[in-house]
């Protein structure tokens, strides 16, 4: 089990940390400990989420946190009496946790995806996110995911 710490600047804010998390599997995969399997992340606090987004375009991850914080504004009708209500909400819809394929000691992410720290009640120095990144063979099982990322070209659905 490895663990990563990530530090946060702002109240609510999106952390790219894909690059972090290619480092941990190249790493582990040149020591010979891991290769293919599943990467399993969790970040173990009540206000910071983990999620899968575009990270070519920062206009998204703006658009995102804007969009949040209008779904749950920071001073809204809340009891809680910490008054970090809306990043409990804001938690709630991304997760605590994402599961993340590796394929020849590579995380399998689309062309455009990043990984993402989303932080809802910040800032956190450094932000003990426990990520739990472990990768665990699974020997054939592996396999049957592998057609995830042979999208096919086009597809038809056709209505009964």
Known sequence: MEHL???TRSRCE???ITAELRALVRGKTASGHWQSGALALFCPHTTCG??????ADPDVKRDMLSFFSRLA????DYRHAEGNSDAHI???????????IVEKGELRLGTWQSVYLCE?????RPHPMDAVAEVRRVGRAFSCLRPAFAWPQRSTIHAP
Not at 73 to 76: D, K, L, S, V
């Open 5 to 7: 710490e990530i530090t």
């Open 14 to 16: 999106m952390i790219d």
């Open 50 to 55: 983990l999620t899968v987004n575009e990270g």
């Open 73 to 76: 504004p920071e001073h809204g």
């Open 90 to 100: 804001k938690t709630t819809l991304h997760g605590p946790s994402l599961l993340l």
């Open 120 to 124: 809802g009640d910040g800032p956190r």
